[in-house]
C-alpha cells in the first residue's frame, strides 16, 4: 500500500513540474513579444537594445532639455533629428529641440537600430510671461533666440549668493549699494501686548477734566525721540466738537485756524466718512461716537512722526508697577494725536500731509477695534494685534482712498520702493534686518492696490480682510478668495507684462482731490512739494552676488540670448525656491 501512495506521489510530481515548465515558456514568449512591440528592441549577437527615452506619445517643449537614452552602456550610439540633425553620440545625452515633428534616429555601426517620431511644441508665446522655479545651487534655463527681460522673485524661500550667466558672461555685474533705507516720517507703528490689560467695563467721562466748564483736561503723549523715556504731559483744551469728533490743542499755543478748520472739513466731509464704509467703527470706549484727536506741537518739535495711535489708550490706567495690568500713562479714551497743522501745504506738517496722517491713524484704530479689541471684548484675551506689515499698508492705503496719495506723501513710500526692491520684503525683515520702513510700506500699498483693482468689489475686500479671524499674508488671500502667493505671481507676472508693452497705467482719480487713488508702476510724472517725481517701472537691479529675500521681487537687465542658450542660475545657499519669471523683448 505505501509502494502505490509513493509511486503516485512521483507521477504528480513529475506532471506539476512539467505543467510549471511549460507556463513559465508561454509567459516568457509573451513578456519577449510585449517587450519587442512596446520598447523597440534590437538584437545582436552581443545585446538588446532597447530605447528607454524619448517616448512616443509624450509632448516634449522647447525650453525643456529632452533625455535620449538606450539600456546599455556605449558610446557608439549616434543620435540625429530630422529637423535639426545631429544630436549628439552617448548611450545618454540631453538637449532641446526646436519646434516641430521630430522623427528621432539612433544609429550603431551606421546601422539604423531606432526611430521614432516626437513633437516638440513651443511654449513662448510672445504675450506670455514664463516662470521657472529655481531650487537648486546650479541649475539651467533654456531659451529661445532672442532678448528677455527677467524679474526674480520669491514666496516663502529664499537664496544667498545669487548670479545669473548667458553665454558664460554675467547678467550682473555690479556690486550691491550698502545702506539703510530713509527714516520714517509718517508715524511709527506702536505694537503693545495688551492681554494682561483691563477694559474699562462702564462709561466715563474723560479722565482730569481739570475744568468741566471750560473742558480743559491733561493728556500723556508720547516722547517719540525715546519711547522709553516717560510722556508728555499736555495740558488741552476742546477747541472744536462735533457729531463724531472733539479736537484738542495744548492751551498755551497759537494755532493757524485756517488750516484748522480745513483739518475739521476734511474729517467731516472725506476722512470719517470713507474710513467708516470701508474699514468699520473703532472701539468707541467711550459709547459718545466720537473721536478725539488731540494736537501736539512735541510731535513737530521732535520731527520723528506727524502722528501715531497707542492702543493702550483704550484700556483702564494701571499706576501699580507690580500689577500685571501695570498701564501708567493710558488716557482711557479713542484717540489719536496729530502734529499741528500749518495752512503751507509743503513740508511735512502742511494741511494735506497731516490730513492724510488723520486717515492713517484713523485706520490704525478701526483696525486694532475690528482685528483684536472686539475679541478681547468676547473673551479671547490672548488675541493678537494684526501684523505690522499689513496694518500700516492698509493704513496707507486709506491715505489714497482718501484722496491724499500725492499731497499726504505717499507718493515718496512708493518711490522708495521701486528704487530699492531687492532689498525689501513684502512681509519679512528687509537686507538690514528691518521690519517698518519706508519701502515696506510702499510695497505693501503697491501690492494692495493691485489687489482692489484687481477685486470684485474693493472695499468690500479690504472689510474683509479686519473681518478675518487670521493675520497677515493669510489672510489677505481669505479675504480675496484666492491663495496669496498665487495672487503675488499673477501680481509679479502683470507688472512684467506691464513693462513688455511699455504700458502707461491708468489709475482713477478722487472725485474731490483728483490725486490718484491707486497706485501702479509706470504712472506717471507728478508734482509733490514742489519737486517733479516720475513713478516708473522698478530699477533695474545690476548688482551681482544677490541675496533673494522672502516675499520679494526685483528686475534685473535685459538677457541677450543666442539659439539654445543656457542661463545659468547660481546660488551659493538656497532655502526651499525662488522663481524666475520672464518675457520675451524682442
Not at 490743542?249 to 470701508?278: C, G, H, M, S, W
Given at each position: 500500500?505505501?509502494?502505490?501512495i509513493q509511486s503516485l506521489r512521483m507521477r504528480v510530481h513529475k506532471w506539476s513540474l512539467e505543467l510549471i515548465k511549460e507556463r513559465i515558456r508561454k509567459c516568457y514568449v509573451f513578456v519577449l513579444l510585449i517587450h519587442f512591440f512596446t520598447a523597440c528592441t534590437i538584437n545582436n549577437s552581443e545585446y538588446t537594445y532597447s530605447i528607454t527615452n524619448p517616448k512616443k506619445g509624450w509632448l516634449y517643449y522647447t525650453d525643456n532639455p529632452i533625455l535620449f537614452s538606450v539600456n546599455v ?514
Amino acid at each position: 500500500m505505501k509502494c502505490i501512495i509513493q509511486s503516485l506521489r512521483m507521477r504528480v510530481h513529475k506532471w506539476s513540474l512539467e505543467l510549471i515548465k511549460e507556463r513559465i515558456r508561454k509567459c516568457y514568449v509573451f513578456v519577449l513579444l510585449i517587450h519587442f512591440f512596446t520598447a523597440c528592441t534590437i538584437n545582436n549577437s552581443e545585446y538588446t537594445y532597447s530605447i528607454t527615452n524619448p517616448k512616443k506619445g509624450w509632448l516634449y517643449y522647447t525650453d525643456n532639455p529632452i533625455l535620449f537614452s538606450v539600456n546599455v552602456k556605449t558610446n557608439n550610439i549616434e543620435w540625429s533629428s530630422s529637423l535639426d540633425g545631429t544630436i549628439g553620440k552617448g548611450n545618454q545625452i540631453s538637449c532641446t529641440l526646436s519646434e516641430g515633428k521630430h522623427t528621432i534616429s539612433a544609429t550603431m555601426n551606421n546601422s539604423i537600430i531606432f526611430v521614432n517620431d516626437i513633437q516638440v511644441l513651443n511654449r513662448f508665446n510672445s504675450n506670455d510671461v514664463f516662470v521657472y522655479k529655481i531650487n537648486r545651487c546650479e541649475q539651467n534655463i533654456y531659451l529661445q533666440e532672442g532678448t528677455y527681460q527677467p524679474v526674480i522673485f520669491s514666496l516663502k524661500g529664499s537664496s544667498k549668493g545669487t548670479d545669473f550667466f548667458t553665454n558664460k558672461e554675467r547678467t550682473i555685474i555690479k556690486k550691491a549699494k550698502k545702506g539703510n533705507q530713509k527714516e520714517i516720517t509718517k508715524d511709527f507703528s506702536i505694537s503693545k501686548n495688551v492681554s494682561n490689560l483691563n477694559l474699562i467695563k462702564t462709561k466715563k467721562k474723560s479722565r482730569n477734566i481739570f475744568n468741566e466748564e471750560e473742558k480743559e483736561r491733561e493728556f500723556f503723549v508720547l516722547n517719540t525721540n525715546n519711547q522709553l523715556e516717560k510722556p508728555h504731559r499736555i495740558l488741552s483744551k476742546l477747541i472744536s466738537s462735533g457729531k463724531n469728533y472733539m479736537l484738542w490743542a495744548p492751551v498755551d499755543i497759537e494755532l493757524d485756524f485756517v488750516a484748522i478748520n480745513q483739518l475739521i472739513n476734511n474729517f467731516e466731509q472725506i476722512i470719517y466718512p470713507r474710513t467708516k464704509e470701508i474699514f468699520g467703527e473703532w472701539a468707541d470706549i467711550d459709547l459718545d461716537g466720537k473721536i478725539s484727536i488731540l494736537l501736539s506741537p512735541s510731535l513737530n518739535d521732535e520731527k520723528k512722526a506727524i502722528g501715531y495711535f497707542n492702543p493702550v489708550d483704550l484700556f483702564e490706567r494701571n499706576i501699580d508697577m507690580n500689577s500685571d495690568s501695570y498701564n501708567p500713562y493710558s488716557n482711557e479714551m479713542d484717540i489719536v494725536y496729530l502734529a499741528v497743522p500749518s495752512s503751507d501745504e509743503r513740508g511735512s506738517f502742511g494741511i494735506n500731509s497731516v490730513s492724510a496722517t488723520l486717515a492713517h491713524e484713523l485706520t490704525h484704530c478701526i483696525t486694532f477695534n475690528q482685528k483684536t479689541y472686539l475679541h478681547i471684548l468676547d473673551g479671547d484675551e490672548e488675541r493678537e494685534q494684526e501684523e505690522l506689515f499689513l496694518d500700516e499698508g492698509l493704513s496707507h492705503l486709506s491715505e489714497n482712498l482718501c484722496g491724499f496719495g500725492i499731497s499726504g506723501g505717499n507718493i515718496l513710500f512708493l518711490l522708495e520702493f521701486l528704487n530699492n526692491t531687492s532689498l525689501i520684503s513684502f512681509c519679512k525683515e528687509d537686507a538690514y534686518g528691518n521690519e517698518d520702513t519706508t519701502g515696506r510700506r510702499g510695497a505693501m500699498l503697491l501690492f494692495l492696490s493691485w489687489l482692489y483693482d484687481q477685486s470684485e468689489d474693493g472695499r468690500a475686500f479690504l472689510g474683509k480682510i479686519l473681518k478675518s479671524e487670521n493675520y497677515g499674508w493669510e489672510c489677505i488671500g481669505e479675504a480675496f478668495g484666492k491663495n496669496t502667493d498665487d495672487l503675488f505671481k499673477e501680481f509679479i507676472k502683470d507688472i512684467l507684462y506691464s513693462y513688455k508693452i511699455n504700458k502707461k497705467n491708468q489709475y482713477p482719480t478722487d472725485e474731490i482731490t483728483g490725486e490718484p487713488v491707486l497706485f501702479f508702476c509706470n504712472m506717471g510724472d507728478f508734482l509733490y512739494n514742489g519737486k517733479d517725481i516720475n513713478i516708473g517701472f522698478p530699477k533695474i537691479n545690476d548688482s551681482n552676488n544677490n541675496n533673494i529675500l522672502p516675499y520679494s521681487f526685483f528686475f534685473t537687465k535685459e538677457m541677450m540670448c543666442s539659439k539654445n542658450n543656457t542661463v545659468q542660475i547660481t546660488s551659493n545657499d538656497i532655502n526651499d525656491s525662488f522663481y524666475l519669471a520672464t518675457t520675451f523683448i524682442n
